[in-house]
């Protein structure tokens, strides 16, 4: 019998779980299907938020800006003068969230019993439990065993690799818009140090080695010449949640809980803030309170967010490769920096005052969702 059972070590579930650990006593068992902590990510995070959660754990490169890259080679670079996202080693990251937690790593959940408050493991086991935490990303174990994931979309598929001996501006993160290669979405790349990078591609539909392929032969070599080729990952990215996240005695964080920038498919921010506001619930839960109210709780700091990203990310299914060439020459005729990037900003109150309004509205879209790649 444990008082908390956190299905998925990643990001969400070991946040849960340490902030808990304090105050349960060893009564917070996780469970990972996986052996090993991490998965494939860019790790690309928003300084700001991050900074207040976790300081500087983790982090492995800064970034001050970004170049954006249109199919045809046209760039526009946005740069501010002080760091305003991190790069982070996930592993990193999860090996000191997870330290001194009961964890239990390759124990997947199969089966799940609420009235009964009994969770069924692969090794086997029969979990009983106060309150169970569905923490395990896109492949929303406790969401589907309760029957409330009814989203299958929209969703992002990726491919990343990671490359090294290759030469870059380790400030700067590219952005590369092309419908060919990542339709629906960027492909990228994000530098881990002077000479290494993550470089991938995501898109709306699922993506082929081939795709990753010819990203690296025809757009990266181009402008980095040659490196040297290291894992390859593939994942997919969950951008929209179940209607609820809460019941009497389960709560979904993370992912799982649809907690991700739907602009930028972003997750590890979200993931802090949530499961920071999920475990005060649990604690006053193990008080005799309720977790009932987490859900408004967490939707009152993020919702409106997500459900302008959403639309934002509607719109951006939309473009192709004659409107990223327009918007990549607009915005160098503006030269911006990424201060520019604010709604009360000249830029984007010259971007209102185009005479076409849809031109204008997808301009405006484009510069919210660049902020949101820019800052994490
Ligand atoms: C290619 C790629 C690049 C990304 N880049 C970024 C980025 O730059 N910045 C950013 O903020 N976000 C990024 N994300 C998104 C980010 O990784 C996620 O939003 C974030 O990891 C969500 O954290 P989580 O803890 O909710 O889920 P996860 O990190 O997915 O962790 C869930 C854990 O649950 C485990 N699990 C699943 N099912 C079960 C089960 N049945 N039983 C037990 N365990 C189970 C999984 O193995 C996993 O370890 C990226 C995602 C991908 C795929």
């Known amino acids: 019998m444990v008082e908390v059972l956190v299905v998925g070590a990643g990001i969400a579930g070991l946040r849960l779980g340490s902030n808990l650990e304090r105050k349960a006593d060893g009564r917070v068992l996780i469970i990972e299907e996986d052996k090993y902590l991490g998965k494939c990510c860019a790790g690309l995070v928003g300084k700001e938020i991050y900074h207040s959660k976790l300081e500087e754990n983790g982090v492995i490169n800064k970034i001050k800006g970004s170049i954006v890259r249109s199919p045809s080679g046209s ?82 598929y990726c491919l990343q690799c990671e490359v090294e001996s290759i030469s870059l501006d380790k400030d700067l993160v590219e952005i590369y818009l092309n419908e060919k290669i990542s339709p629906g979405f960027i492909s990228y790349l994000v530098p881990t140090g002077a000479e290494r990078a993550r470089i991938g591609v995501c898109s709306n539909n699922p993506v082929s080695k081939n795709n990753l392929e010819k990203f690296l032969d025809e757009v990266v070599r181009k402008h980095h010449g040659s490196f040297q080729l290291k894992r390859i990952e593939g994942g997919f990215i969950r951008l929209k949640g179940p209607e609820t996240t809460e019941g009497v005695n389960f709560l979904l964080v993370g992912e799982e809980g649809g907690q991700v920038k739907p602009t930028t498919g972003g997750g590890i921010n979200y993931s802090l803030i949530c499961s920071d506001i999920a475990s005060q619930f649990i604690e006053r839960f193990l008080d005799g309170g309720k977790l009932i109210g987490y859900h408004s709780a967490w939707k009152k700091v993020l919702g409106r967010e997500i459900r302008f990203g959403l639309m934002v990310r509607r719109m951006m299914d939309f473009l192709g490769n004659r409107e990223y060439e327009l918007m990549v020459k607009i915005l160098s005729e503006f030269s911006p920096s990424l201060d520019d990037f604010r709604f009360d900003s000249h830029l984007y109150s010259t971007m209102r005052t185009i005479s076409n309004g849809r031109i204008s509205g997808i301009l405006r879209g484009f510069a919210f969702w660049l902020r949101d790649l820019l800052t994490g």
């Open 75 to 156: 760039e526009v670079e946005i740069r501010s003068k002080k760091e305003v996202a991190y790069v982070i080693s996930r592993e990193e990251v999860l090996k000191s969230l997870s330290r001194g937690l009961d964890l239990s790593m390759g124990e997947r959940l199969i089966g799940l019993d609420l009235r009964k408050k009994e969770a069924i493991t692969s090794k086997e086991r029969r979990i009983e439990f106060d309150v169970i935490v569905g923490a395990s990303g896109g492949k929303c174990a406790v969401s589907r065993a309760l029957g409330v994931m009814k989203n299958e979309k929209p969703i992002l």
